[in-house]
Each structure stands twice: as structure tokens, then as C-alpha cells.
């Protein structure tokens, strides 16, 4: 009997719409897990985490840079993130305040319950992420270190604040003890 020859099937090509949105989705890595951004690059980070990924502990205050209520840890630096587009994190490491904990509450939120820092609270993740990263760049910061840290807070919880951050670096530094 005659071998018949063998006709393959001819691939499908990729639709041109899939490979554009192939080509715009950007890798994002937030506490500590990966995700797939598939939308407008352009995107304020404040956004994704919000209305994205649900992570609403990151506040929207002024959506202009001045409040710091959407601050939150990149590569381990406080940045706004109502001013951050996601395609400037791609590769980057996020934090925010609901990764902030691991077995344990961080010494930073341990301080801030102790001090009873908190009123309304609307500003409180900001605040908290920000004093991370000063206690990272100044293990003992003095109150003019605190006072740059420029985070507002309507109902005037500066003094519990300066507090708070002078017990997390008491904490942190017994920790490295
Ligand atoms: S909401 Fe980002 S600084 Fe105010
Ligand atoms: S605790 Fe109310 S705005 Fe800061």
C-alpha cells in the first residue's frame, strides 16, 4: 500500500490584539507575591493596589504627592504612590502595609499600638510606612529626622508619632542586640 503523505495542520497565528496585550503586560511584584499587569501602564500604582489587587490599607489623600497617605515601600524606599506608575516598578520590590507583617507585627506597628498612636487612622499606613524607612536610613533619628519625613495628619498625631518611632528604634535595636 502507498504512503499517503502526512499534512499538518497549519499553526494559528497569534492574534494581533493577543500579542499587543502580550507585549503591555508588565511583571509586578507586591509583598512578595508576582502579578501580571495587563492594562494602561501609565496606571498610579495607588491604583493598582486599590482597585486592583484590593489592597486598601494604602490610602488616596491628595493624589497629588503632598499628604503621604499613599506611601509605601519600594525596593525598600518610601514612595508615593499616587505619583508612581506601575511601569516604573516593574523589577521592583513593593511593600505595603498589609505586607509589612511576617510571623509577627513589624517593631514599627508593635510601637505604634503601645504609644496608641492612631485617631481617625486615615493617615496611619503612610505614616508607618515612612517610618520604616527613616529607622532603616537612621537607626536613632532625632525629632528634626522625624519631622522630614513631611507625612500629614488632620487630626495632629505628631507627638504620639515621634514617640512611636523613638520606641520602634529602642525595639529594633534590642533586636539586633
Ligand atoms: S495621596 Fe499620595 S501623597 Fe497624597
Ligand atoms: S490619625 Fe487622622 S489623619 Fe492622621
Not at 507575591?33 to 494602561?40: A, L, N, Q, R, T
Not at 499616587?82 to 510601637?111: F, M, R, Y
Not at 525629632?143 to 488632620?154: F, T
Request: proline share 7%; aromatic share 4%; charged share 25%.
Amino acid at each position: 500500500m502507498e504512503d499517503k503523505p502526512i499534512r499538518r495542520a497549519k499553526p494559528t497565528p497569534i492574534p494581533a490584539v493577543a500579542q499587543s496585550a502580550k507585549e503591555k503586560t508588565l511583571p509586578l511584584r507586591v509583598n512578595g507575591k508576582d502579578y501580571f499587569h495587563e492594562g494602561d501602564p501609565d496606571m498610579p500604582l495607588l491604583w493598582y493596589l486599590r482597585d486592583v489587587l484590593r489592597l486598601t490599607g494604602t490610602k488616596f489623600g491628595c493624589g497629588i504627592g503632598a499628604c503621604g497617605a499613599c506611601t509605601v515601600l519600594i525596593e525598600g524606599k518610601a514612595q508615593r504612590a499616587c505619583l508612581t506608575p506601575v511601569k516604573a516598578i516593574v523589577g521592583q520590590d513593593v511593600v505595603t502595609i498589609e505586607g509589612l507583617a511576617s510571623a509577627q507585627l513589624h517593631p514599627v506597628q508593635q510601637a505604634w499600638i503601645e504609644e496608641d498612636v492612631a485617631q481617625c487612622g486615615y493617615c496611619q499606613a503612610g505614616q508607618i510606612m515612612a517610618a520604616v524607612d527613616l529607622l532603616r536610613r537612621a537607626p536613632k533619628p532625632s525629632d528634626a529626622d522625624i519631622a522630614k519625613i513631611g507625612n500629614l495628619c488632620r487630626c495632629g498625631t505628631y507627638p504620639r508619632i515621634r514617640k512611636a518611632i523613638a520606641r520602634a528604634a529602642d525595639k529594633l535595636q534590642e533586636g539586633k542586640a
